[in-house]
């Protein structure tokens, strides 16, 4: 980028027909990383024509998942429906100055047109009955039927551009036809809109999924024919699954706002994405921050990225680790009240979680792990008889004796435990296994003597008269 470069302006335009996936929130990360580099303007824009397939909850999903990655637009959003005066108006005038003509062919006759053109082994497109060509008569207009508008396509040369992923397109203005932008009824069509919208919001990237690189040529010739300054195109490849396969509910969720229900963290979410079909060197692991400090349009990668659960696991345990526990806690509290954990005179959810995100991977299996910290111990009889034996009673007992005085820290029960078990010739588990099932209710607990701290002496003393 040099000192004469506009000031970036990049936009995400998703179509509100469903909720944000995890393709789309990449293109919106990537969008958005580009404008904050370089010091930008990100613009949201809902791009909602599609009546029968846009919801006010389709908007509503992708504000949410926006808002819980943290990519924040600067500018909208904006909403096609509510541009509809601006088409018309940019319609009228290409009619006026003749890049768009009023076409009379029925929706029959295109189809009888693409017919025969098929059947002679040709590419189906508009034949240009009503395009008007210097010296050529017109037909004479059908009582009654309404037009559509036609963007008027240059018959010849190309269409090229210099595509920041792909590299160099170029498409024969042959192999394109003139599209319809304007229905019968007046109403804009998909890429006009696109067009116009990209022109009056001075878009300078446009970072988009590679299902649109067929619409880019049309795109620059209507672009071309308003005037416009053509902005720099980049397509990026899909998200496959493990198995290769486009990415799917098989694999998965693909919506973004399943992820923080099962219990990921945005910045693990915002990590992962930002490394699936990019990269900085060997680089894993980095903050937004950072990432907005590299990210740059030339190491995006040319071949579809694959989603790896595993992965995105790995790097959530990596950022549970480093959260805060207290944040940690409220996110996990409402999982633990649905499981119907008690509060009341429990130990504190910040310690607990403390002591167990590091074997976590999601919120989820943090507050299944805390779970034991806030119920009634319930351990099966099974296990009660194999471990809580006559033979380990009288250790039980000393233990429960010496809990009275001791210091109640992990530093001072370590050393208590050591000498219950010397004094009563045993090893670790023979002790170990009874205490945590009398008073975590399972075998399977973080050290004996923390869990002890965290449950807090009264607690102990407690749950170990209900054996003794
Ligand atoms: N509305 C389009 C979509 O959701 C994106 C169009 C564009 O980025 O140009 O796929």
């Known amino acids: 980028m040099t000192a004469q470069t506009p000031v970036v302006r990049t936009r995400f335009a998703p179509s509100p027909t469903g909720y944000l996936h995890l393709g789309g929130a990449r293109t919106a990360l990537f969008s958005w990383a580009f404008a904050r580099r370089f010091g930008g303007t990100f613009i949201l824009r809902i791009e909602d024509t599609d009546l029968e397939r846009s919801t006010p909850e389709a908007v509503q999903a992708i504000i949410d998942g926006m808002q819980w990655l943290g990519l924040h637009h600067d500018e909208g959003p904006f909403y096609q429906m509510k541009r509809m005066d601006r088409y018309r108006e940019v319609i009228a005038q290409m009619l006026e100055q003749g890049t768009a003509y009023y076409c009379y062919s029925s929706p029959e006759e295109v189809e009888a047109m693409r017919e025969r053109q098929r059947a002679a082994g040709e590419k189906p497109r508009y034949d240009g009955t009503w395009r008007p060509e210097p010296g050529k008569t017109l037909p004479a207009i059908p009582e009654g039927r309404k037009p559509v ?104 969720a693909v919506s973004v706002m399943d992820y923080p229900a099962q219990g990921f963290l945005p910045e693990a979410m915002l990590n992962y994405l930002a490394r699936l079909g990019w990269s900085h060197g060997d680089e894993e692991i980095f903050s937004m921050e950072q990432f907005c400090g590299w990210f740059d349009l030339d190491h995006l990668s040319k071949s579809p990225a694959q989603f790896n659960p595993e992965k995105l696991a790995w790097l959530n345990n990596h950022y549970i680790k480093l959260a805060d526990n207290a944040r940690l806690a409220d996110l996990a509290r ?124 009264a607690t102990v003393e407690q749950r170990l008269k209900n054996y003794l």
Request: glycine share 6%; aromatic share 6%.
């Open 334 to 457: 409402p999982l633990l009240e649905k499981d119907g954990a008690v509060f009341d005179h429990a130990p504190d959810l910040p310690a607990v979680i403390g002591l167990l995100k590091e074997r976590a991977n999601t919120i989820n299996e943090l507050a299944t792990a805390a779970l034991m910290f806030y119920r009634q111990p319930a351990p099966e009889a099974a296990l009660v008889e194999q471990h809580i034996t006559d033979a380990i009673k009288p250790a039980l007992a000393d233990f429960a004796a010496r809990c009275a005085t001791v210091e109640w820290t992990k530093e001072a029960i370590a050393p208590m435990i050591k000498e219950v078990l010397a004094a009563h010739k045993l090893k670790m588990p023979q002790l170990a296994m009874p205490l945590r099932l009398i008073v975590a209710g399972q075998l399977q607990t973080p050290a004996i003597d923390v869990v002890l701290q965290l449950f807090g002496r």
């Open 149 to 252: 508008v036609r963007f008027k396509n240059p018959l010849d040369g190309d269409v090229s551009w210099n595509d920041v992923v792909k590299g160099t397109i170029t498409i024969s203005n042959r192999e394109l036809d003139d599209l319809v932008i304007a229905r019968p009824d007046g109403t804009p069509t998909y890429n006009f809109c696109v067009v116009v919208d990209d022109w009056d919001m001075k878009i300078t990237h446009v970072i988009r999924g590679d299902d649109h690189v067929n619409n880019t040529p049309r795109q620059i010739n209507i672009l071309k024919a308003l005037g416009g300054v053509l902005p720099e195109y980049g397509h990026v490849p899909m998200i496959l699954g493990a198995d290769g396969e486009k990415l799917s509910k098989r694999h998965g």
